[in-house]
């Protein structure tokens, strides 16, 4: 059986300290070293350091954005890699359909179809108004 009598028990009490007893003497001036800590306290953390360079807003996600199928991928590397190349693909676009989407490429995946069924519906349109107008030329140069 082992036993341990033979060494010194300690009881360990609530870890409690007075915060005017910590102090420090540097250089001739005493310093109250809790309240040093507490005076840097809010640029070690996390949050309020996110918030003052504006990075909270970055990092919130659009949680109707994160889910997907990516069964078809053999791999993480191929998924990166299709990755990449969607990206090289969106800024080759024109500047001015980038504008349009504040130049993110997630917003243009998102509503990029409907952006593009629009553009082809006024194109026809156009070509329609075209055919329309060249028809109605022909028909006054051989009617007179």
Not at 36 to 63: F, H, S, V, W
Request: a neutral charge; hydrophobic letters at 30%; proline letters at 1%.
């Amino acid at each position: 059986m082992l036993t341990f009598n033979h060494l010194q028990w300690r009881e360990r009490s609530a870890q409690s300290f007075d915060k005017n007893k910590i102090m420090l003497t540097k250089a001739g001036k005493t310093y109250n070293v809790y309240d040093k800590i507490q005076e840097a306290r809010e640029d070690t953390e996390i949050y309020p350091t996110l918030e003052k360079y504006g990075c909270i807003n970055r990092m919130m996600l659009n949680t109707q954005g994160v889910y997907d199928d990516f069964t078809v991928y053999k791999g993480l590397r191929e998924l990166k890699e299709q990755q990449k190349m969607a990206e090289q693909m969106f800024y080759n676009l024109p500047l001015e359909t980038r504008q349009k989407f504040n130049n993110d490429m997630n917003l243009f995946v998102k509503d990029g179809e409907a952006y593009i069924k629009k553009l082809l519906d006024e194109e026809k349109k156009a070509m329609e108004t075209q055919q329309v107008a060249q028809t109605g030329k022909t028909t006054e140069v051989n009617n007179g």
